[in-house]
């Protein structure tokens, strides 16, 4: 079949009205669905975002008082950081690939692309979108990728000598679980972006921030922005003030509550 036949004859930009409720939701969707489309996105990203969603549903689609105190830690922790490692994926990439850079920019991070489905096509693809974001150099792709993670299988478990296997602290967003725990193991501190509470990324990350990347991206760089200043010992102390456990907590119960207020409105 001519796969031209099936293009859309229209944009979904041009058919949303400006005063739908869920418009920015569904422009985020057409950004991951036209990376999907590019080979940037593989089809499970679109279930991971379709995932995603559903728990912004949850929270009430704002960044919430418990992710605010985990961007507050995050931030410190990429500040005091030694060799910090921004882990990219398809699906980060789609959505805030220039809030990457900025990040990376501040934090002096390297950036490294991350897949759990690797291909070359992929690696450069995502690469080029950090490229094209201004990023100075993007690891992990080609022959860079070239050790492993421990007790990872196959293409998952490959990173860049200068990336990942040597990063003190990683930051991911929307990852799986085993290659979290695989990391944590090794030694990393895990800087989890994961609006799913329940998830294993986010139960085993060192800091998890439970908020959708979108939104969460811009305050952390917002707060590494507020926090340079800061001297250490002040940024020590905001980090061992924090209590990932705690904060998945407020999370979920959070969650039961507003569900149970609104099993009640209606
Ligand atoms: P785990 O293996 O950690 O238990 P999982 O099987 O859900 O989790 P994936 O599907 O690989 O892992 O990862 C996707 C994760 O990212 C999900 O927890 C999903 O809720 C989350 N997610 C999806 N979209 C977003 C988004 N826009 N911002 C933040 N998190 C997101």
Not at 20 to 45: F, Y
Not at 167 to 195: F, H, S, Y
Not at 218 to 224: D, E, G, S, T
Request: aromatic share 6%.
């Amino acid at each position: 079949m001519d796969k031209t036949q099936n293009s859309k004859p229209w944009s979904i930009r041009e058919i949303i009205p400006e005063n739908h409720p869920r418009k920015e939701s569904l422009l985020i969707r057409e950004k991951i669905v036209e990376a999907m489309e590019k080979g940037v996105v593989v089809p499970q990203g679109l279930i991971a975002h379709g995932r995603g969603e559903c728990f912004d549903y949850l929270i009430g689609e704002k960044t919430q008082f418990f992710a605010e105190k985990a961007i507050e830690a995050a931030a410190a922790m990429l500040l005091l950081a030694k060799y910090p490692v921004i882990s990219v994926n398809g699906n980060m990439a789609a959505l805030v690939a220039d809030d990457i850079v900025k990040l990376a920019e501040l934090t002096n991070s390297k950036i490294e692309v991350n897949l759990f489905y690797r291909n070359e096509y992929r690696e450069k693809a995502i690469a080029e979108i950090l490229y094209r974001a201004n990023a100075k150099n993007v690891l992990g792709v080609g022959e860079d990728a070239s050790l492993t993670i421990p007790e990872l299988f196959s293409q998952r478990r490959k990173v860049s000598p200068n990336g990942i296997y040597k990063a003190d602290v990683v930051l991911l967003g929307l990852e799986d679980g085993d290659r979290t725990e695989a990391l944590v193991k090794m030694g990393k501190k895990v800087i989890a972006i994961d609006i799913n509470p329940l998830s294993r990324t986010s139960m085993t990350a060192t800091v998890t921030i439970v908020d959708n990347i979108i939104r969460a991206m811009p305050r952390l760089i917002q707060k590494v922005m507020e926090f340079k200043s800061k001297p250490n010992e002040e940024l020590m102390k905001i980090l061992s003030n924090y209590d990932n456990k705690s904060v998945l907590r407020e999370s979920i119960v959070f969650i039961a509550n507003r569900l149970t207020q609104l099993s009640f409105s209606l």
